[in-house]
C-alpha cells in the first residue's frame, strides 16, 4: 500500500513557477514509478510527467517538455514536479500516482486526492 498526498498548488500569473511535491507512506515507494498526471475543467485526465523507480529515466508530455521537470527523492520518499513558464492552459488539478512506468492512468495503481493550480493571464 502506498498513500500519496500532493502540496505545492496555487495561483500563479502565466510566466511564473511553481514546484509541487508528493510525500508517500509505504516501504514499497521506492519499487514504484511515480507520475503526475492533470486535470482541466471539462476535460480528460492527461499524463504529464513521470519517473521510474531508480530516477533513471523520465517521460514528459509533448505539452510541458522544457518547462516542467520531475524528480523524486527515495530516501524522503517523495515526488516533485518543478514547474516553470506555466502558461493559462496548464491550469488543472494535478496529481501525483504510484505504479508502473508509462503515460497511461491505468499504469497506475496509487493516487492522491490532486492539488489545484491556477495560472491566470
Known amino acids: 500500500q502506498v498513500q500519496l498526498v500532493e502540496s505545492g498548488g496555487g495561483l500563479v500569473q502565466a510566466g511564473g513557477s511553481l514546484r509541487l511535491s508528493c510525500a508517500a507512506s509505504?516501504?514499497?515507494?521506492?519499487?514504484?514509478?511515480m507520475g503526475w498526471f492533470r486535470r482541466a475543467p471539462g476535460k480528460e485526465r492527461d499524463f504529464v510527467a513521470a519517473?521510474?523507480?531508480?530516477?533513471?529515466?523520465?517521460t514528459y508530455a509533448d505539452s510541458v517538455k522544457g518547462r516542467f521537470t520531475i524528480s523524486r527523492d527515495n530516501a524522503k520518499n517523495t515526488v516533485s514536479l518543478q514547474m516553470n513558464s506555466l502558461k493559462p492552459e496548464d491550469t488543472a488539478v494535478y496529481y501525483c500516482?504510484?505504479?508502473?512506468?508509462?503515460?497511461?492512468?491505468?499504469?497506475?495503481?496509487?493516487w492522491g486526492q490532486g492539488t489545484q493550480v491556477t495560472v491566470t493571464s
Open positions: 500516482a504510484a505504479g508502473a512506468y508509462g503515460v497511461s492512468a491505468g499504469d497506475y495503481r496509487y
Open positions: 519517473v521510474t523507480w531508480s530516477a533513471g529515466s523520465t
Open positions: 509505504g516501504r514499497a515507494f521506492k519499487s514504484y514509478a
